[in-house]
């Protein structure tokens, strides 16, 4: 469906907004986006002018002609520049280069403690984007935008992350203000968990507007997709549902200072420690992972109960969000079928009827590749908005 543009006199329309029709990579022609935006073929010529001129767009072949000369097609060019999104993460990192139309083309993977601190962190990421670039025939010129996750609570229109627990010397760290300096693009900071609640949701459930996801890893948090709209709440804590205390775990101590958190008794390291306990030689949620997957008891029933625990939280969330879809993620999740049977057994249980009765809960899709896909999407809406068109515009008219 195409999206209505009100033009009140021939070339109030600028190049920016007729750029918006043809981000969907469908090929249109002139005459097309004139019927469409009810303005002139001249001016509508002038604004795709602008717009090859800034390389965004490219002539697609011709459409069929009922006599004469074909008339042109033009639709996005997605290879003209590319976004970066980077997904940084309690132990791993992941950095994704992405093209226009949100194809990611090369991600990197690997290790990298957020406790190493902002500036070997960032160090690292400015390094490692500059090789993937390199490896694409690319240059930091190309980059529009940078999206980011980070493990931990952030300031929505600072970009800056706020008390997070995990992460010692990033509180208030200018992370955009940092990329900027670096790149000289804008970067667009938000939660890991929010990002992957927007990957998966463009990547697997796109018509979806009541989505909830729920990231199970080192530590437990949730995005959440209400009516359509990603809540971040109003210090940018929505979703924090780790640091809600469960019955099991009354006399359990958190590293957040409170006793009974559920990230204390369901996360992966809460997992693995529980079995050491009981005499299971296991060091992390990996081992943990192996031992269910050869089918040992006791594992198979910690990580069930990891679940129930997490189905007790999400059971009221069901009843104060009212999600049609919960999506679970991070790397606890890809344990199987055992960690997501224990959440379904708890929520179907305690959610009311009515909340539950079309209430799908399923394992994530896009897996570790949901938050790059998300960080790139929130690249792109910001390098391919009206503003930054016109801003490119008027910088090439300079």
């Known amino acids: 469906m195409e999206r209505e543009i009100k033009a009140t006199a021939p070339g109030s329309a600028a190049a920016s907004e007729l750029f918006q029709l043809l981000r969907d990579g469908v090929p249109r022609t002139r005459a097309e986006l004139a019927s469409i935006t009810g303005l002139a073929r001249s001016t509508v010529a002038l604004r795709l002018d602008a717009l090859l001129e800034l390389d965004l767009?490219?002539?697609?072949?011709?459409?069929?002609?009922?006599?004469?000369?074909?008339?042109?097609?033009y639709a996005l060019n997605p290879s003209a520049r590319v976004v970066v999104g980077a997904d940084l993460g309690a132990t791993h990192a992941t950095i994704g280069v992405a093209d226009l139309s949100g194809a990611i083309q090369v991600t990197r993977r690997t290790a990298r403690p957020i406790a190493e601190g902002p500036d070997v962190v960032l160090a690292w990421f400015a390094q490692e984007t500059r090789e993937l670039l390199s490896g694409l025939g690319r240059t930091p010129a190309d980059i529009l935008a940078v999206g980011m996750g980070l493990p931990g609570p952030v300031e929505h229109d600072t970009g800056r992350p706020t008390n997070p627990p995990i992460m010692p010397g990033w509180d208030g760290f200018d992370v955009p203000g940092w990329v900027h300096r670096e790149f000289g693009v804008k970067a667009l900071v938000?939660?890991?968990?929010?990002?992957?609640?927007?990957?998966?949701?463009?990547?697997?459930?796109?018509?979806?507007?009541?989505?909830?996801?729920?990231?199970?890893?080192?530590?437990?948090?949730?995005?959440?997709?209400?009516?359509?709209?990603?809540?971040?709440?109003?210090?940018?804590?929505?979703?924090?549902i780790g640091h809600v205390r469960i019955e099991r775990g009354a006399h359990v101590p958190c590293r957040c200072g409170n006793f009974g958190c559920l990230e204390a008794m369901a996360s992966g390291p809460a997992i693995a420690a529980q079995l050491r306990a009981s005499g299971t030689d296991v060091q992390s949620m990996g081992d943990v992972s192996d031992l269910v997957r050869a089918g040992d008891l006791d594992s198979i029933r910690a990580v069930r109960q990891a679940g129930k625990d997490i189905g007790e939280v999400l059971a009221t969330c069901v009843s104060l969000i009212n999600p049609s879809i919960i999506v679970l993620g991070g790397s606890v999740s890809r344990v199987g079928e055992h960690l997501l049977a224990g959440v379904r057994e708890v929520v179907y249980q305690?959610?009311?009827?009515?909340?539950?009765?079309?209430?799908?809960?399923?394992?994530?899709?896009?897996?570790?590749?949901?938050?790059?896909?998300?960080?790139?999407?929130?690249?792109?809406?910001?390098?391919?908005s009206p503003e930054s068109i016109d801003e490119m515009s008027a910088r090439r008219s300079a």
Do not use: C, W, Y
């Open 57 to 73: 767009i490219t002539p697609i072949g011709a459409a069929s002609s009922s006599g004469g000369r074909p008339p042109s097609q």
């Open 190 to 240: 938000d939660n890991d968990v929010n990002i992957m609640a927007i990957g998966e949701q463009s990547r697997a459930f796109p018509t979806a507007t009541d989505v909830l996801f729920v990231k199970v890893a080192t530590g437990i948090g949730a995005g959440i997709i209400s009516g359509g709209v990603l809540q971040r709440g109003a210090q940018g804590s929505a979703g924090d």
């Open 350 to 384: 305690r959610s009311s009827p009515l909340a539950s009765q079309h209430l799908s809960i399923v394992q994530s899709q896009a897996n570790e590749d949901a938050a790059v896909i998300g960080a790139s999407i929130l690249a792109l809406q910001h390098a391919l």
